[in-house]
């Protein structure tokens, strides 16, 4: 349906347009894809998508699909989405995590999944694993998603899960009446 993709592209582009995230953010990676029949499990899994999250406490979550999980594409991403200074980051040990410090953030504590710790008294990652879990629930109602739709799909997931609690029809139309052209000026581009 041509209307239902025009509302999930202007979804997309509100998604977009978020300011940076401040205080404690959880950040954490993602495969989506087809059930594996065959082959590798976890990364290095062929034919999965990969999905960087960062989620601020109590707050807000952001999606990026992204090519790999290499430490220049995950900071890249936190960087252009988290504010320097005075930020805490909380991530599991992959290493594409190190040197966040560094990059001019305050703190960064790491939760060891590989040791079978989930959670220590300090840090944890429960927040963003939880909105993955929401998702891929969501998306599994489908029963299969185009490549070409997929990222319109999990900003959908996405603009569900940040307003919790709130009237998601009042919110987009009182947000699209007051901040865009009107649907039906777009519907003709």
Not at 8 to 33: H, T
């Amino acid at each position: 349906n041509k209307y239902l993709l025009l509302v999930r592209k202007v979804i997309a582009l509100e998604c977009e347009q978020e300011s940076p995230f401040s205080g404690e953010v959880e950040v954490d990676e993602r495969f989506f894809g087809a059930r594996r029949t065959k082959g590798k499990r976890g990364r290095g899994a062929s034919g999965k998508t990969i999905v960087f999250g960062l989620l601020k406490r109590s707050g807000k979550v952001y999606t990026k699909i992204v090519p790999n999980c290499s430490r220049a594409t995950l900071q890249a991403v936190i960087r252009g989405k988290v504010a320097f200074f005075e930020r805490t980051i909380h991530s599991d040990g992959w290493k594409g995590y190190n040197g966040l410090v560094d990059l001019g953030y305050k703190k960064h504590y790491r939760v060891q999944h590989g040791n079978n710790e989930f959670a220590n008294k300090i840090s944890h990652i429960n927040g963003i694993k939880n909105f993955w879990s929401i998702a891929k629930m969501r998306l599994a109602k489908f029963r299969g998603l185009s490549k070409s739709t997929f990222y319109l799909d999990l900003k959908e997931c996405e603009f569900r899960f940040n307003p919790r609690g709130k009237n998601l029809y009042n919110l987009f139309i009182k947000d699209h009446l007051t901040s865009h052209e009107p649907l039906f000026i777009m519907w003709r581009l």
